[in-house]
Nanobody, 123 residues
C-alpha cells in the first residue's frame, strides 16, 4: 500500500492550502482504511491533525485544527483532502498522511505512511 501527499508549500499567515493524500496498492480503498493527517515541526513530537474514518463518520481534529481545518475524502479517487484555512506560523511542519483501521491520536495505530509534504507559514 502506498500513500502520496501533495499540496504543501509556502504561504503567508492567514492563507490557505489544501493537502491531498492519494492511496494506491492492492486492496486499498477508503471504505476499509481510516486516514489520519499528522504533522511534525522541528524539535517537536508528531501530533495528530485530523482523521477521517472508513465509515465516513464524525472526523477527529486536534484542538489547534478545529474551526480552521477540514478533512474530506473522495472514495472514487482514493484521495483524502485536508483543507487548511487561517494558517498561522505555528502550523509550519511536515504534514504526513497515514492509513490504519481506526482513527487515533497515537501514530503507532497506523500501518502505512506517506513521505510527507512541507508546509511553511510566514508571518
Amino acid at each position: 500500500l502506498y500513500l502520496a501527499e501533495s499540496g504543501g508549500g509556502s504561504v503567508q499567515a492567514g492563507g490557505s492550502l489544501r493537502l491531498s493524500c492519494v492511496g494506491s496498492g492492492f486492496d486499498f480503498n477508503l471504505e476499509k482504511y481510516a486516514i489520519g493527517w499528522f504533522r511534525q515541526a522541528p524539535g517537536k513530537e508528531r501530533e495528530e491533525v485530523s482523521c477521517i474514518r472508513s465509515d465516513g463518520g464524525i472526523p477527529e481534529y486536534g484542538d489547534f485544527a478545529k474551526g480552521r481545518f477540514t478533512i474530506s475524502k473522495d472514495i472514487a479517487k482514493n484521495t483524502v483532502y485536508l483543507q487548511m484555512n487561517g494558517l498561522k506560523p505555528e502550523d509550519t511542519a511536515v504534514y504526513s498522511c497515514a492509513a490504519g483501521f481506526v482513527c487515533s491520536d497515537y501514530d503507532g495505530m497506523y500501518d502505512y505512511w506517506g513521505q510527507g509534504t512541507q508546509v511553511t507559514v510566514s508571518s
